[in-house]
């Protein structure tokens, strides 16, 4: 069965199983860490509530219908529905807004900014995921004996060094194991519900929506505000949208609600059967739900489970950065695969870094998971907000879905999204400034980026010289021809190279064979075979190669060439030269951006990844000819 068929085929048997046990490990990693926290944080004394059986009854109502509505309804029914060939993600989503017409310009490019906003946001939550989740796992070690106390950060920095520090090695060997771990977690946050809820069998009464009702009558502002705090049950929602493409739909819809839901619904409940008893227990109810002899195991399972959470969000940081890169909206970057069997297995040191120094800042700056909790949840519901007024966008303009229809669903999702998101803007001076933040400055990087590259364009394409007229000028001037090929690379598909333009005019010789190669990011994930070359004699055996590249694919331009057929005789890399231009660019005061935009977008492309690198091709058969541009 080829690749293709594999995908678009529902998987079923060992196949299923084998893919339902990795998106437990991998796709659940982050929600599946909530109940060490959630009912902690939702009656945090900043709130005021009592741990009364009303309050708790209040909790777990609200609990149970954020899973249905968020996770079950809006992300497993809805929202999953809008892959992109296959692949998900705000970058996805962005990317199926509306096709790119001129009468749709201007809205499209103010969802495109949506897209990118809620893109950005995802840098900040993959910055406190690991600090909250990683301490408040190794904080279980206080309910065990308050010798623990003083460690609690230096090992909780200690963990978040090793697990970034192992990333550069890859993580195929680790995600082997990370579905079984993260199944034995599951069974024992079921099998942890399950003792108390025998003990207190009432608190399943809180399925009725009338508790979640009646706790925000009787506790007005105060009720409302835990909402801020019961929205951690659902964090992790757009992680299940990231990897459809890695799993599918079916394997991550029945690990849900086979495992997942139940497992989650089981413990939560259970946590308020025990506070319910003890009311006391309310600081930890999680690592309450123990005896005394099995502490010291379920911190580390939990602590295990946290850094496959972490994990989780550090290949989507990942990922989400190579899209960004591939679509135009960041400069190159150093990109390593560490897997030679998965392609989405891959590393980006600059990006890793940045995550590790944040996430040891916060843990610092936090000092505890309550103070994380804080900063927790600003970024992810806005970036809902963003996925349903996109989803609604898409179902609109690509399904054709009913205006009514569609209306009605995104009213009813964004109440809830809105609540959310009102309810943890409280947060912000506490907290929540830090990935709002973070968003700006990514934001800023990625659409200073783009217009750059754009005003780039404007100035280059002045200088373009047609195709025709660079081969009547090698008619003419009949130039001495160099055994071999040359591969000159230009962003422009349409026009002739500056670098083979400088390369006739001053050195007055070309090779025999001349490829004007033009690699063209497409909006999808990535481009079929079928599509994926435009290869056009020119004349003077000089051809125009035009290559398409999805954005989740890898521009290996060395293998892109092997596999095509240009001219009489094959492709081989020791008898070709690489010829790459490299733009200086000057921030001047001509119309374009802002000076201090100019100077950054200057400063990132001094700093972008070699063009030859980043296109896997060998340094010693390249030569880069270097242009001054006025931005």
């Not at 949506?114 to 910055?127: E, I, K, N, R, V």
């Not at 973070?438 to 200073?448: C, E, L, Q």
């Not at 005789?569 to 000076?595: D, H, I, N, V």
């Amino acid at each position: 069965m080829s690749k293709k068929e594999q995908k678009n085929s529902k998987p079923t048997g060992k196949r299923l199983a084998i893919l339902s046990l990795g998106a437990i490990g991998v796709v659940y990693g982050d929600i599946g860490t909530s109940p060490i926290y959630a009912i902690k944080e939702s009656f945090h004394s900043s709130y005021g509530l009592a741990a009364s059986p009303a309050n708790i009854m209040g909790v777990l109502s609200l609990i149970f219908w954020s899973l249905i509505l968020v996770i079950s309804v809006k992300y497993l029914l809805l929202v999953l529905r809008a892959d992109n060939k296959g692949e998900g993600g705000i970058i996805a989503l962005t990317a199926l807004v509306s096709p790119p017409t001129e009468k749709a310009e201007g809205r499209r490019w103010f969802l495109v900014l949506t897209g990118l906003f809620g893109a950005a946001l995802l840098y900040g939550d993959s910055m406190i995921t690991p600090a909250i989740s990683v301490v408040s796992a190794i904080e279980g070690l206080q309910v065990a004996t308050p010798f623990f106390e003083p460690y609690i950060i230096p090992i909780t920095i200690g963990i978040l060094i090793a697990l970034f520090a192992v990333q550069s090695k890859g993580t195929a060997g680790i995600g082997a194991i990370f579905g079984p771990i993260t199944l034995t977690w599951f069974l024992t946050l079921a099998i942890l519900g399950i003792i108390q809820i025998v003990q207190h069998p009432n608190v399943l009464q809180a399925l009725n929506p009338a508790f979640g009702f009646n706790f925000f009558i009787q506790n007005g502002w105060a009720g409302f505000l835990v909402l801020g705090s019961v929205f951690l049950v659902v964090t992790g929602g757009e992680a299940l949208y990231a990897d459809i493409g890695h799993f599918g739909l079916r394997p991550i819809r029945i690990t849900w609600f086979c495992v997942v839901l139940p497992s989650l619904l089981l413990n939560y409940f259970g946590q308020g059967a025990l506070v319910i008893n003890n009311p006391e227990f309310i600081e930890h109810p999680f690592f309450h739900m123990i005896p005394r002899w099995g502490l010291y195991p379920l911190v580390i399972i939990a602590t295990v489970a946290t850094i496959i959470a972490s994990q989780a969000v550090i290949s989507g940081a990942f990922s989400l950065t190579r899209q960004a890169v591939q679509l135009g909206y960041m400069p190159r970057l150093k990109v390593r695969q560490t897997s030679e069997k998965q392609f989405g297995q891959i590393y980006i040191p600059v990006i890793n870094w940045i995550l590790m120094i944040s996430c040891i800042g916060l843990v610092l700056g936090f000092r505890s998971s309550s103070n994380l909790a804080s900063a927790y949840g600003v970024a992810v519901t806005t970036d809902m907000v963003f996925t349903t007024i996109l989803f609604g966008v898409v179902a609109l303009t690509r399904w054709n879905w009913s205006k009514w229809i569609v209306s009605i669903m995104a009213l009813a999702l964004l109440a809830i999204d809105l609540s959310f998101w009102g309810a943890n803007l409280v947060k912000i001076p506490t907290g929540g400034w830090f990935p709002l933040v973070i968003a700006g400055i990514m934001f800023t990087v990625m659409t200073t980026w783009k217009h750059g590259r754009r005003i780039l364009g404007d100035r280059l394409q002045d200088k373009i010289v047609p195709h025709e007229e660079f081969i009547e000028r090698v008619h003419k001037k009949n130039p001495e021809r160099i055994k071999g090929t040359a591969v000159f690379m230009d962003s422009n598909p349409e026009g002739t190279p500056q670098a083979l333009l400088h390369n006739l005019e001053h050195n007055k010789v070309i090779h025999e064979r001349i490829i004007l190669l033009s690699l063209i990011m497409r909006e999808i994930p990535k481009v079929p075979d079928e599509e994926r070359m435009e290869i056009k004699p020119l004349g003077e055996n000089v051809f125009r190669v035009n290559v398409d590249i999805g954005f989740s694919e890898e521009p290996n331009v060395p293998v892109l060439l092997r596999s095509c057929d240009i001219g009489d005789s094959e492709f081989k890399l020791e008898e070709t030269t690489f010829f790459l231009g490299r733009e200086t660019m000057l921030a001047t005061q001509k119309p374009g951006m802002a000076m201090w935009r100019e100077k950054l977008f200057a400063w990132m492309s001094r700093n972008a990844e070699r063009a030859a690198s980043y296109f896997h091709i060998p340094s010693d058969r390249v030569i880069e000819i270097g242009t001054q541009i006025e931005l």
